[in-house]
């Protein structure tokens, strides 16, 4: 920050708005008296020695008012400012706050008054309001607000994506709470630092409307009023409208020139707001035995985007109390956008049905949103795979784990925080007294996933899907971190679903492994069969892509030719066809999900 200030332009920039401020201050007590003293045998004077910027029609001393002016001008720009930037930061967070439909109305509303030009509103509220001072500061207000609207919706959907905002939302806290809490906070800085450039918009916005004869009104006075005064003798007398001119133009240059080295700097030093990490392709359809005993039942679930892109197709799991189940398959097959359907995370305008999908016995489909928010907030923990994205940078690590508690338990402060701290000893976060205390950026990357998984145990999970949990850290944090899902899953009877494209990390940690494959199940069996019982060739393939103690390491890894189609590319038969050493003629026609031996079944032509 401080780097940017010491640029030729920030230092120009922070000296002008400086000596504005100065002047603000200092100017009517020193050059007050002499600002308004009439003086009958100067009128309507030149610049002279003693009157540098001439006199006006009472011979007042025009300098003098400029530097008096300097206070009006400044506070009314702040009062315009701060008015445009609370209204647009308002409606800019409205649409994530209000029902959807309200939302787009609001998103219209400031698209198309961003759209409209910024004096003619300025100019038209400004009239409506009345003349003078507040109906010109109400007029730049309008006039700025779009803006700040504009800008907040942008920066509140960049943190909308991040994972603390998805765990909030899955936790079933408040929209209204969301965006004060996890948004707002995270998007004041910019917001702020607008706030520089906005007041020299301001301050030349005014003198433009007391310029016309909009804005202050005799006998207060502004540097637009100097300059409307001074404006018909400029031709002959130029100092007369040059004095205030020139004030205001360096005032608005000072205040931009600061804003803009502010804006470098954030932009230089800002930490990467959080992420999600959402790709997707299609998937597989097979319809299992109905279980009441498993905690998550999910039958022919199907996650569709406009345009034809169906990256998850009749994807059928369940998993069971206290079982590990394994989502595995490479990058884009699906798996994410699985656990962002079950979670009720999936984000618009992405389309999710299902023939079935049962929480803790529970069917998520016909529950009410407020029962579904409630059920997903108390019964299913989810831990994403950046730790960092999935905590809100501005919280401490403490209150963000209360929340849980305070949000869905109806528990005290107090009592919140004496869970928080519980959780926080229970994952093995050393001193969590003090580590509660603490944001998420004083923590390490294992401690934060431990902190995420804490969060999770704040209520009492059923299910906790853990999605590449540990492909951020490295690789002795990654075998902590396993072994401490391992022991809340024993401990809790709780039953996770694990989603890795590490089909090794699948083997050591699961009970049973589901394969996807381009947005389908291809494969699912038990985790013993996994080295010697794989049955569908993509199965086979990534097993024996695995490097071992027998293989030659001067060679490069073995890998699975061809790639993976995208959603849009999918086609109606086998997927993996196209990549297959078996595929036959038949392969263009979809294979079943069928059964293969006990607890394994495999959509494989060839091998069913
Ligand atoms: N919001 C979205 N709009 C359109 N397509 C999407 C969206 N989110 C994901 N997809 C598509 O869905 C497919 C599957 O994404 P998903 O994130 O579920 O894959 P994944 O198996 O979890 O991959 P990874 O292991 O890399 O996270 C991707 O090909 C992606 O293009």
Redesign the pocket.
Known sequence: MRHALRTPAGLAGTALVTLMVVLAVAGPPIWGTEAERIDSAAILQGASAAHPLGTDNLGRDILARVLVAGRLSLTLALLATLIGAVAGTVLGALPSVLPRRAGRLVTGAVNALVAFPGLLLAMFTAVVAGLGARGAVLGIGAAIAPGFARLTQTLAASVSAADYVSAARMLGVPRRLIMTRHVLPNIAEPLILNLAQALGGALLGLAGLSFLGLGVQPPSFDWGRLLFDGFSRIYATPAVALGPAVAVALAGIGFNLLGDALARAASRTAAPMGKT?????PASRELGEPDPEAVLEVRDLTVA?PGG?T??RGVSLTVAPGEIVGLV??????????ASAIGGLV?YP?EVTAARLRLCGTDLDGLPEQERRKLLGTSLAMVFQDPMASLNPALRIGGQLAEVATVHRGASRAEARTRAVDRLGHVHIPEPERRAGQHPHELSGGMRQRVVIAMGLMGTPRLIIAD?PTTALDVTVQRQILRLLREVTDETGAATLF?S?DIAVVGELCHRVVV?YA?RVVEELPVGKLATGAAHPYTRALIASLPDMDTDRSLPLAGIAGHQP??AEVGAGCAFADRCALATGRCAELPPLVPHGTGHRVACWETS
Do not use: C, N, Y
């Open positions: 990490d959402r790709r997707a392709v985007f892109a990256p998850v398959g490479e990058s884009g097959s699906g798996k994410s956008l699985t984000p992405g590449e989603i494209h996807m947005g995208s959603p």
